[in-house]
Nanobody, 118 residues
Framework: QVHLVESGGALVQAGGSLRLTCAAS????????MRWFRQAPRKEREFLAE????????TYSDSVKGRFTISRDDTKSTIYLQMDKLTSNDTAVYYC???????????WGRGTQVTVSS
């Protein structure tokens, strides 16, 4: 099981950058797939990016590929989402998620608000 805490959300101007942080804690979560999602008002939660603790491989949605970068710091059990060239369409609550593929369990943080002013 893993506990996730996001931070770094803020109000930023269009064209700017922001880095979100997801601190993970718990036991036996290093086989989990770590993901970032976002949810804008009146929209469904949208997958953004994925990274594994045990592999350098990353996956991105088409909507953020080339602008967002997911990374991790194993020593801190932390996942990051670097977001560049932000637009008003990026305004949403951003969630860190972890999927346990062995038990098919999903874990979520409480989210962090990102607001991009145009």
């Amino acid at each position: 099981q893993v506990h996730l805490v996001e931070s770094g959300g803020a109000l930023v101007q269009a064209g700017g950058s922001l880095r979100l942080t997801c601190a993970a804690s718990g036991r036996n979560f290093y086989n989990y797939r770590m993901r970032w999602f976002r949810q804008a008002p009146r929209k469904e939660r949208e997958f953004l990016a994925e990274i594994l603790w045990i592999s350098p491989d990353t996956t991105y949605s088409d909507s953020v590929k080339g602008r967002f970068t997911i990374s991790r710091d194993d020593t801190k059990s932390t996942i990051y989402l670097q977001m560049d060239k932000l637009t008003s369409n990026d305004t949403a609550v951003y969630y860190c998620g972890a999927w346990d593929p062995y038990h098919n369990n999903n874990y979520w943080g409480r989210g962090t608000q990102v607001t991009v002013s145009s």
